[in-house]
Antibody, heavy 119, light 109 residues
Framework: QLRLQESGPGLVKPSETLSLTCTVS??????????WGWTRQSPANGLEWIGS???????YYNPSLESRLTISVDASKNQFSLKLTSLTATDTAVYFC???????????WGQGTLVTVSS | QTVVTQEPSLTVSPGGTVTLTCGFN?????????PNWFQQKPGQPPRALIY???NRHSSTPVRFSGALLGGKAALTLSDVQPEDEAEYYC?????????FGAGTKVTVL
């Protein structure tokens, strides 16, 4: 049974870098035919697609976040990660990792982790 | 700026039918925008219902159906059940990425 678990700091200071990890169990990122990705949700901005990747293929980023965003994979741990730089209060959100059969990677979701950007 | 539009709220009676729409403020929605629909209840992640305009996921009840209607993506809920009360979001491919609508709150009353 697939399980996606987000982890990371709950509080980050403005201008700093956010690092989040998604730990996958019940499927293998490297051998799967699925896409993997991140979406966030905040009261101010609603749901926002962040980006996704296919292990043996490309990585896709939201154009509005691309300059600050990196999505990477740690195959040995069956995890993937998000790095978002130059944080501001508008980056405060619940961050979800997810898996999907198509590029958007939005079929199966983790429970999400709340990140607050504040000094 | 292109915005994905959804009705803010709709009310439906149990057993009734309601149609939610998802459009662009600047143009029409086509199959090339790969419309997806999601249901979200408080404290839960979104649950995928429909992909590529009209395809149900394996766990999606048949009373949920998707289509393109009048230049918009549409989600129809038939024989509405009390547990269908939730927020519904659409997702469209646009401008090199994916964009969610602001959501429709469906109340079953």
């Amino acid at each position: 049974q697939l399980r996606l678990q987000e982890s990371g700091p709950g509080l980050v200071k403005p201008s700093e870098t956010l690092s989040l990890t998604c730990t996958v169990s019940g499927d293998s990122i490297t051998s799967s035919t699925f896409y993997w990705g991140w979406t966030r949700q905040s009261p101010a901005n609603g749901l926002e697609w962040i980006g996704s990747f296919y292990y043996r293929g490309s990585t896709y980023y939201n154009p509005s976040l691309e300059s600050r965003l990196t999505i990477s994979v740690d195959a040995s741990k069956n995890q993937f990660s998000l790095k978002l730089t130059s944080l501001t209060a508008t980056d405060t959100a619940v961050y979800f990792c997810a898996r999907g059969e198509r590029v958007a990677a939005v079929d199966d979701w983790g429970q999400g982790t709340l990140v607050t950007v504040s000094s | 700026q292109t915005v994905v539009t959804q009705e803010p709220s709709l009310t439906v009676s149990p057993g009734g039918t309601v149609t939610l729409t998802c459009g662009f403020n600047t143009g029409i929605v086509t199959h090339s925008h790969y419309p997806n629909w999601f249901q979200q209840k408080p404290g839960q992640p979104p649950r995928a219902l429909i992909y590529s305009s009209s395809n149900r996921h394996s766990s999606t009840p048949v009373r949920f159906s998707g289509a393109l209607l009048g230049g918009k993506a549409a989600l129809t809920l038939s024989d509405v059940q009390p547990e269908d009360e939730a927020e519904y979001y659409c997702l469209l491919y646009y401008g090199g990425g994916y964009v969610f609508g602001a959501g429709t709150k469906v109340t079953v009353l």
